[in-house]
Structure formats: C-alpha cells, structure tokens
C-alpha cells in the first residue's frame, strides 16, 4: 500500500532484533516525516561502521583500530587474562568495575550442530597468548550454558597444556535475588557449588 | 567503552522511536555480529528513501514518484475525497476496505503554538482540487483530539466556501468495544452523537 520504496525500507528495517511489522512501519514514517536528518546520519553511519569495524588484533573485540584501546591501554593488568563469549559482555565485566585484567573475545560459543569450532573461536589466537605474554591467570567468563560450559571446559584443558592456571567465575543466586523466585537449575548449582563459611571442630 | 565508531553507532539508532540505550546497544551488536549484509542493506536503503521520497503532487502522500499510485489509479471514485493527517491513516482506510475514493494528506494538523498553519498543512492545494475536480463530498478524517478537531472544522468552512459537501467520519465506541472499558470521553460523544434507532409514534 506504501510505495516500493517505502516497503523496502520497511523491509530493510525489520532485520533490526525485536522490530516486527507494525514497529518497522512506525520507524518509517517516523524518519520520513519527522527526522529525515537523523535518517540520513544512521544511513552514513551504519555505512561506516560495516565498513571500517572489524577486531581487534589482540583480543578480537569488535573496533575500528587494528588494536583495541583496552588492550592498549599499559595500566591494565597482563597477568589476568578473561575469556568471554561477546563484546558485550566485556562491557558488562568493564561496568562491574572490579576487574583490570585483559580480554578475549570468542563471538561465540563452541557448537559442533552449527558448525563452530575451536578455529571460529580464535581458540589458536589464544593459545599464541598464553605462549608469548606472561598470563597468569585465565579467568574463563562464558555463559552458563550447555554450549557455555562445554567451551570453558575446552579452553580450560588447552590453557592446562600452556601451563597456566585457570578458573571460572562464580554461578549461583545473583546478589540481592530472593530464593523464592531463582529457578532450580540455579538454586541447584549454588547449593553445589557452596563455600565453607564456618568448618567447625 | 565500545570503540568511538560503535559508539556513534549505537547513538544513531538512538534516533529511532522506541528505542532506549539497551535497545540501541542491543541493535548495534546484533548487525555488527551477526548480520553485516542486512546492516549494509538497511543502510543503502535508508539513504536511497531519504534522497527520494517525496510527497505526491495531488494528495500529498509519501511516495518517490511525482504522482502516488492511488491517485494514478483511474478506477478510484474521484467523487470522493478524504482528508487524513498522515500516510499511516490512509493505510488503515485502505486496510479496513470499504472507501474507494481519493484522498489528501496533512502531515499534521492546525498547531498555532508550533507554528503549523493552513500553508503547511497544503490547504491551498486542497482548495484548488476541490474547485478543479469534480468532488462531491469531502470526507475528513482527522483524528477525534483538541487539534484534529480544529483542523477538521478550519477545512470543512474552507469547504463549504467552495460549495462541496463535507461529512466527518463517526466517532464513538468502537466495534466489538466493551462499554466498562471505553473512557469518558468517547463515551460521551457515542451519546451526544446517538443515530435514532425507531422514532416511536
Ligand atoms: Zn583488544
Ligand atoms: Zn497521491
């Protein structure tokens, strides 16, 4: 009903996650009747950035530099070194507040079904790391997933080979969560995973 | 956190309605991770829609030729005109399938406060079809708020000087509408605007 132009920009704009029909439609008219400015500098942007953004050399975060400003950056600590699945999740780490380490980014998780490997992973990258820089410590941060678990336990043994102690974050009831309503997957794996608070005798 | 570049990114889609900083944040990973073409696409295509689409020469839609492809259409009822405030109005007429004839688009209403007269609303357009078509019955549908009134009532005294008959489209509870649900408002105008049902006597 709206001219081809539109429906293709409609079309164009439901690719972004969690924008079905009616809100693609509403952006549109949006940007063609309000704020063709605004249009016009996401369009020259977005262009931009999939050209020019790629990963870091270092830790293969996503950046427009060849290495990244954390991994630049001299005052972070080089002995921790904090393996995660996404740059959002260095995000995250970094909004915490109280790791200074360095990073490495997978973009992923290991998953035979789809087709990810150890090489997807920059597992090889990696390992040049734990060989060449003095890493102390390889603090796993993957999700808590099957996939999530299974990755850990994969890079844990590599990093074993390298010689190069390894942990893993803590999982368990998130601070300030009620047992009430933190589901048994969890409240299991915390009652696990329980520290000794007071070893009697 | 994120490099300058993804940082603009994220501000960009920033621009579009309904999306607050994690939506944004949320978007720019998803394109940059998963879906670079889409993020291309989305890009081509938003600049090729900002550089062409226009308004129509007689009804004053959006669209990206001179002439929109309801007005070209020869089979509409050119006895009839409507005028609606935006694109998306003349979608939902279209959509509920009963009105084939023409239309004309505001982009708005009267706002004196804003500064929105009859000249950017295209009323001398709209004046110069009714007095070179042959227009029967001008039917508006503005929206039933403070300012969709008062432009709705403007436009029908412009009317009337050109000898055209004017209607309103009906306000009231909508079909399928319960009435415990139906704010005062519109329950009010459904009874000062009641159709007699039998007349008695
Ligand atoms: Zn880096
Ligand atoms: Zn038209």
């Known amino acids: 009903m709206f001219s081809p132009l539109i429906e293709d920009l409609i079309r164009a704009l439901r690719c972004l996650p969690g924008v079905g029909p009616k809100s693609a439609q509403r952006m549109a008219m949006y940007l063609l009747e309000k704020d063709r400015d605004a249009a016009g500098l996401l369009a020259a942007t977005?262009?931009?950035?999939?050209?020019k953004i790629g990963r870091?050399?270092?830790?293969?975060?996503?950046?427009?530099?060849?290495?990244?400003?954390?991994?630049?950056?001299?005052r972070r600590d080089e002995k921790s070194l904090c393996v995660v699945e996404t740059p959002a999740d260095v995000l995250a780490i970094e909004q915490a507040g109280n790791y200074h380490g360095r990073y490495f980014v997978l973009h992923g998780h290991l998953s035979p079904i789809d087709g990810v490997g150890p090489a997807d992973l920059g597992i090889d990258l990696l390992e040049r790391r734990l060989a060449d820089e003095p890493v102390g410590e390889l603090i796993i941060a993957t999700n808590p997933t099957v996939e999530g678990e299974a990755t850990a336990q994969f890079i844990a043994e590599r990093a074993r080979a390298c010689g190069v102690a390894v942990s893993r974050i803590a999982h368990g009831v998130p601070i300030g969560g009620e047992l009430e309503y933190i589901d048994g997957g969890t409240l299991a794996h915390a009652f696990n995973s329980r520290t000794a608070f007071y070893t009697g005798g």
């Open 46 to 51: 977005l262009e931009l950035a999939v050209q």
């Open 56 to 74: 870091c050399g270092l830790c293969r975060t996503l950046t427009e530099e060849d290495v990244c400003s954390l991994c630049n950056n001299s």
